[in-house]
């Protein structure tokens, strides 16, 4: 199958995806498709109602099927075919996945202005912490410090 017609298919999956969660109220209209070497390995449609799990997106539940199916949590040389545009929650999630691209539809532009604006987000991590609208104290460093002190010296430790 030619290269592009196969990225068609998998972006019309994950459309599709985004179009069966509203038919069907499973949650927001999102859907996602990881792949590896043209097979698709994991797929899913926004949950974050049906789940009441806010960090549910397509992108991140895809993610974490895509990490079970594969028993890692290093998705290298993996593709996310999503239906728009990942919010800030789910390209972190994406970076630290490792996928290696990422294909989308709707903008996140298109996604605000149906509702799912993340404007607000972008915005707060520009502003120094005392002056975000979410009050951030920090306490106990000294004794939190332990635990990175043992990872440190840990010999059992996995990078990631």
């Known amino acids: 199958m030619e290269q592009s017609t196969q990225h068609e298919k998998f972006m019309r999956l994950a459309i599709e995806l985004s179009e069966k969660n509203v038919l069907e109220s499973l949650g927001g209209p999102f859907g996602a498709v990881i792949v590896k070497n043209g097979e698709i390995i994991a797929q899913s449609g926004n949950k974050v109602t049906s789940s009441n799990d806010p960090t549910a997106?397509?992108?991140?539940?895809?993610?974490?099927?895509?990490?079970?199916?594969?028993?890692?949590?290093?998705?290298?040389?993996?593709?996310?075919?999503?239906?728009?545009?990942?919010?800030?929650?789910c390209l972190s999630a994406i970076y630290w996945a490792r996928i290696s691209i990422i294909y989308y539809a709707n903008t996140k532009t298109d996604a605000g202005n149906i509702g799912f604006d993340d404007k607000f987000i972008y915005d707060e991590l520009e502003?120094?912490?005392?002056?975000?609208?979410?009050?951030?104290?920090?306490?106990?460093?000294?004794?939190?410090?332990?635990?990175?002190?043992l990872w440190e010296q840990s010999t059992m430790r996995t990078d990631y």
Do not use: W
């Not at 502003?127 to 002190?149: D, G, V």
């Open 127 to 149: 502003k120094p912490m005392e002056l975000r609208s979410l009050p951030i104290k920090q306490m106990m460093r000294n004794e939190a410090l332990q635990a990175f002190k």
């Open 57 to 89: 997106h397509a992108e991140v539940s895809a993610i974490r099927l895509a990490c079970t199916a594969l028993n890692t949590f290093d998705l290298s040389g993996c593709v996310v075919y999503t239906s728009c545009e990942p919010c800030p929650m």
